[in-house]
């Protein structure tokens, strides 16, 4: 069982990146997938969850940029990341928890490696 995330990326204030995390060994349909952020110096956090009837939650200082998806066919869960500011600069990690309404940091099951995105001019 696996999880890798990808799409990171070194870009300027007010541009978008899309992050995939793509599973081997399971299935992620009905599976809640989270996605985390870790910015030096700080703790980890959730920034959005869709859980396993695919409705989704955004930390608050993410609502209205980020947007979490779900790909069955590619087994794949995007975030899609409008707008990207300096204070999203962070390694980005996904991970799931099996059948669950929401992701918690303690809760979660399968972790997958991080990806580094970092938005600075």
């Known amino acids: 069982v696996q999880l890798q995330a990808s799409g990171g990326g070194l870009v300027q204030p007010g541009s978008s990146l899309r992050l995939s995390c793509a599973a081997s060994g399971f299935t992620l349909d009905y599976n809640a997938i989270g996605w985390f952020r870790q910015a030096p110096g700080k703790e980890r956090e959730a920034v959005s969850c869709i859980n396993w009837i695919d409705t989704s939650t955004y930390a608050d200082s993410v609502k209205g940029r980020f947007t979490i998806s779900r790909d069955n066919a590619k087994n794949t869960v995007y975030l899609q990341m409008n707008n990207l500011q300096p204070e999203d600069t962070a390694v980005y990690y996904c991970?799931?928890?099996?059948?669950?309404?929401?992701?918690?940091?303690?809760?979660?099951?399968?972790w997958g490696k991080g990806t580094q995105v970092t938005v600075s001019s």
């Open positions: 991970a799931a928890r099996g059948v669950a309404n929401s992701c918690t940091l303690s809760g979660m099951t399968y």
